[in-house]
């Protein structure tokens, strides 16, 4: 997994742009949910759908979505 200073410019700007405002971790597989663009996202369904980003797990302190190229942690805004 990346972290997103690390990703090709394009991906990273693509990923930033997600407005990440809240979730909701649970410590059980596929447990939690997030708040993206007044949407709720489980584990598991793609960011503004088809061929976007899919959200793998959510964690304390963000998720970790599958971008196409591979795997980075979005974090939660502070």
């Known amino acids: 997994m990346q972290s997103l200073r690390d990703l090709p410019a394009g991906v990273r700007q693509r990923l930033e742009a997600i407005d990440l405002a809240g979730h909701v971790y649970r410590d059980e597989p596929g447990g939690g949910f997030v708040f993206i663009d007044n949407r ?28 196409g190229g591979g795997r980075a942690k979005i974090p939660v805004a502070p």
């Open 40 to 67: 709720i996202y489980r584990v598991g369904e793609r960011i503004g759908g088809p061929g976007g980003p899919r959200i793998e797990v959510v964690v304390p302190d963000g998720i970790v979505v599958d971008y």
